[in-house]
């Protein structure tokens, strides 16, 4: 498999595994030290750079066929 696919999937896993982590304590409504918009942010960077990964892939392959 293509590293580059690979690593998008991994930033994907990423992103929902931050995503959760910062939804569990704002439904809870519970002050958190690490802050539930951090945690919001950053699973959204790791899901920008997973699509970035997933599009270059495409594209650098799309001339091969």
């Known amino acids: 498999m293509e590293p580059r696919i690979m690593l998008a999937r991994l930033f994907m896993l990423g992103a929902l595994a931050t995503g959760v982590v910062g939804l569990v304590p704002g439904l809870s409504d519970k002050a958190w030290k690490l802050g539930v918009t951090g945690w919001?942010?950053?699973?959204?960077?790791?899901?920008?750079?997973?699509?970035?990964?997933?599009?270059?892939?495409?594209?650098?392959?799309?001339?091969?066929?």
């Open 40 to 65: 919001f942010t950053g699973g959204n960077l790791l899901a920008i750079l997973s699509l970035v990964a997933l599009a270059d892939h495409y594209f650098a392959t799309k001339g091969d066929g």
